[in-house]
């Protein structure tokens, strides 16, 4: 019977720093290539919400049309994430990573050419279709790439891309509409797609035919116990208390960051009256505190891994500390200074993404690496129907009230929730064996 090992035996072994210390760094290359990644898939996501004050005078939007938008942009996605991991598992990481990229960077161009609402919600159907394959892809790579141990250091680091994409949206997509029209940022920003396309071709492979993965590196990488490859069907996944730990987590999270992502700029304006050009350094403070805790919400697991913790214990704490510092975001729509609002979503930010890194790791701590982009899929999917129902709820609250307080407060309260339900589905965060 082939299995993962128990995730309590982690921390036996060699010490970890005198080990890595002796074998190569090419995995770190990959990751930064994954960063990347991200980093454009969040800019293709975000152009819209950046530039939502804009289209609505232009093109005549209510706010239940944006929120249509972005419902459309969340169906896809939660189509794609369910069709896009599993054919990532069936292609392989890198064709499979490299023709989602293609998909989504079209899509996002294309909004370029659109002039009425259905028109947009075309592009955006397409756009949440092709992206759907960045978290799988990325996570997949991560499993081959790199051993448990520093899965979930790695994971916050290429994660840090969903930040630093929402940071330069915001600096680039006003210069480029005051230049050259709102439509020359969506060609623009979906054109970067094409150079990164060169960069994944020529660096990625799997790390056994990698010649830049040196002998001393593949046996660090696969230190842990092998697994004879094998595909998962998505209904040997569904029956495990596992895999729903992971689905209702991301059903309740992942919601929350596409508020901040599609309305945190309309909240700013709205709220405390910031022009399009005066948008860039509030959510740039916002991504840089949400980039430091992507990483160190992955290094807090890590480093009680190194120290002997479990790695239940370790990921739940980490997931803790997060959910306890999302709570202040409450109060954000009551506050009347916008940089204290500003920090109090930042923390919000951060503590999302050290939590999301986590949730995101502990697939690859109980399922085999040949599951792990379908199970991600599948809590992709979910996060996504999430989005959906916030995008309506979201829309329809502003249209009635103009007030953010309700959005806020079921900000705050998502992440305690879901990490009690994560922990009551998996209390020791077992293996699945799928044999």
């Not at 093109?59 to 972005?70: A, F, H, K, R």
């Not at 079209?106 to 028109?119: D, E, I, K, Q, Y």
């Not at 996060?383 to 502003?398: D, F, P, T």
């Given at each position: 019977?082939?299995?993962?090992?128990?995730?309590?035996?982690?921390?036996?072994?060699?010490?970890r720093?005198?080990?890595?210390?002796?074998?190569?760094?090419?995995?770190?290359?990959?990751c930064?290539?994954?960063?990347?990644?991200?980093?454009?898939?969040?800019?293709?996501?975000?152009?819209?919400?950046?530039?939502?004050?804009?289209?609505?005078?232009?093109?005549?939007?209510?706010?239940?049309?944006?929120?249509n938008?972005?419902?459309?942009?969340?169906?896809?996605?939660?189509?794609?994430?369910?069709?896009?991991g599993?054919?990532?598992?069936?292609?392989?990481?890198?064709?499979?990573?490299?023709?989602?990229?293609?998909?989504?960077?079209?899509?996002?161009?294309?909004?370029?050419?659109?002039?009425?609402?259905?028109?947009?919600?075309?592009?955006?159907?397409?756009?949440?279709?092709?992206?759907?394959?960045?978290?799988?892809?990325?996570?997949?790579?991560?499993?081959?790439?790199?051993?448990?141990?520093?899965?979930?250091?790695?994971?916050?680091?290429?994660?840090?891309?969903?930040?630093?994409?929402?940071?330069?949206?915001?600096?680039?997509?006003?210069?480029?509409?005051v230049?050259?029209?709102?439509?020359?940022?969506?060609?623009?920003?979906?054109?970067i797609?094409?150079?990164?396309?060169?960069?994944?071709?020529?660096?990625?492979?799997?790390?056994?035919?990698?010649?830049?993965?040196?002998?001393?590196?593949?046996?660090?990488?696969?230190?842990?116990?092998?697994?004879?490859?094998?595909?998962?069907?998505?209904?040997?996944?569904?029956?495990?208390?596992?895999?729903?730990?992971?689905?209702?987590?991301?059903?309740?999270?992942?919601?929350?960051?596409?508020?901040?992502?599609?309305?945190?700029?309309?909240?700013?304006?709205?709220?405390h009256?910031?022009a399009?050009?005066?948008?860039?350094?509030?959510?740039?403070?916002?991504?840089?505190?949400?980039?430091?805790?992507?990483?160190?919400g992955?290094?807090?697991?890590?480093?009680?891994?190194?120290?002997?913790?479990?790695?239940?214990?370790?990921?739940?704490?980490?997931?803790?500390?997060?959910?306890?510092?999302?709570?202040?975001?409450?109060?954000a729509?009551?506050?009347?200074?916008?940089?204290?609002?500003?920090?109090?979503?930042?923390?919000?930010?951060?503590?999302h993404?050290?939590?999301?890194?986590?949730?995101?790791?502990?697939?690859?701590?109980?399922?085999?690496?040949?599951?792990?982009?379908s199970?991600?899929?599948?809590?992709?999917?979910a996060?996504?129907?999430?989005?959906?129902?916030?995008?309506?709820?979201?829309?329809?609250?502003?249209?009635?009230?103009?007030s953010?307080?309700?959005?806020?407060?079921?900000?705050?309260?998502?992440?305690?929730?879901?990490?009690?339900?994560?922990?009551?589905?998996?209390?020791?965060?077992?293996?699945?064996?799928?044999?």
């Amino acid at each position: 019977m082939n299995s993962m090992p128990e995730p309590e035996t982690f921390a036996a072994g060699p010490p970890r720093q005198a080990l890595s210390s002796t074998v190569g760094k090419f995995r770190w290359v990959i990751c930064a290539v994954l960063l990347l990644g991200v980093t454009k898939n969040y800019m293709d996501r975000q152009v819209i919400a950046v530039l939502k004050g804009t289209l609505q005078h232009d093109l005549g939007w209510s706010e239940i049309d944006y929120g249509n938008l972005v419902f459309t942009f969340q169906l896809a996605y939660a189509a794609g994430l369910l069709l896009v991991g599993r054919l990532i598992d069936l292609l392989g990481t890198r064709l499979g990573y490299a023709l989602s990229m293609i998909a989504w960077s079209l899509a996002s161009m294309a909004h370029g050419f659109m002039t009425a609402l259905n028109g947009f919600l075309a592009a955006r159907f397409a756009l949440g279709f092709g992206e759907a394959g960045v978290f799988p892809a990325s996570i997949k790579a991560v499993a081959e790439w790199f051993p448990k141990k520093e899965r979930a250091f790695a994971t916050g680091i290429f994660n840090a891309g969903s930040n630093i994409g929402a940071i330069l949206t915001p600096l680039l997509v006003p210069w480029i509409t005051v230049h050259w029209g709102w439509r020359a940022a969506f060609f623009i920003v979906g054109g970067i797609g094409i150079a990164w396309l060169f960069g994944w071709l020529a660096v990625y492979r799997s790390p056994e035919v990698h010649p830049h993965c040196s002998p001393a590196e593949l046996a660090y990488i696969r230190s842990d116990p092998s697994e004879a490859p094998r595909k998962i069907p998505w209904l040997r996944l569904l029956p495990h208390r596992q895999s729903w730990a992971f689905i209702f987590g991301k059903f309740l999270t992942d919601p929350i960051w596409w508020f901040y992502l599609f309305w945190v700029p309309d909240f700013l304006q709205r709220q405390h009256g910031l022009a399009l050009l005066q948008l860039g350094p509030p959510i740039v403070v916002i991504y840089l505190m949400a980039d430091i805790g992507s990483i160190g919400g992955g290094w807090i697991s890590s480093h009680l891994i190194h120290r002997g913790v479990s790695v239940n214990v370790s990921r739940k704490t980490a997931m803790l500390i997060c959910a306890l510092s999302v709570l202040p975001i409450v109060f954000a729509p009551r506050l009347a200074s916008t940089w204290s609002a500003v920090f109090v979503i930042g923390l919000a930010a951060a503590a999302h993404q050290g939590f999301s890194a986590n949730i995101f790791t502990i697939t690859s701590d109980m399922f085999p690496a040949q599951a792990v982009a379908s199970i991600v899929g599948l809590g992709g999917m979910a996060g996504a129907i999430g989005g959906m129902l916030i995008a309506k709820l979201v829309a329809h609250i502003l249209q009635l009230t103009g007030s953010y307080i309700v959005p806020f407060a079921i900000a705050g309260s998502a992440y305690l929730l879901a990490l009690l339900i994560i922990h009551g589905l998996a209390p020791r965060l077992d293996p699945v064996s799928l044999d």
